[in-house]
């Protein structure tokens, strides 16, 4: 008999590796399956000039394909920024609700190593926005700091904490925190 699926919230800030790290777990599991917001709201018409009807509807039809992969036995990874801890609440009640296990991690870098990542990599993920500047600092701030405090509000999520290039050490640190 094959174990519960697993519903695996993988977060952290832009450009902490964190779909890196997903990928490498499903290339590892079989029919896992991968769920990138960031690409998800790309697919919708016109989404820059309707973000808020957009993040919502990137929201829910992740909620639907997580659920719907998780009732048919198969593990889903979900790498995101979490800057409101009720959409970790969300993907808790989806993972109970499907039959299947929850665990959430954080990857964690300090603000001034995790922000010199995002510059370096100079975009926030989706395709089609602006390249980042300097001028984004105070936005990437503020993002940053309200991730930390939605993370704070999780009592259970495993931290792993990040180093630069070492993705075999990330991902084993993952695989560390499961069952």
Avoid at 101 to 127: C, P
Wanted: proline content about 4%; hydrophobic content about 40%.
């Amino acid at each position: 008999m094959r174990e519960r699926p697993k519903l695996i919230m993988l977060g952290g800030f832009a450009a902490s590796g964190k779909s890196t790290i997903a990928e490498r777990y499903i290339s590892d599991h079989p029919l896992a399956l991968c769920v990138e917001g960031d690409e998800i709201i790309t697919k919708l018409g016109q989404w820059r000039s309707h973000i808020k009807e957009a993040v919502e509807s990137k929201f829910s039809l992740t909620a639907c394909m997580a659920t719907t992969h998780l009732r048919v036995g198969y593990d889903v990874i979900l790498p995101f920024l979490l800057g409101n801890e009720s959409h970790a609440e969300m993907y808790e009640n989806l993972a109970t609700e499907a039959g299947a296990d929850f665990f959430e991690f954080y990857i964690y870098d300090k603000k001034d190593e995790a922000i010199k990542r995002l510059l370096a990599r100079g975009s926030w993920g989706e395709t089609g926005l602006p390249p980042i500047t300097q001028e984004d600092l105070p936005r990437i701030e503020r993002l940053y700091e309200e991730m930390i405090e939605a993370v704070a509000k999780r009592p259970n999520m495993i931290t792993i904490e990040s180093t630069e290039g070492d993705i075999e050490g990330t991902y084993k640190a993952l695989i560390t925190g499961l069952p």
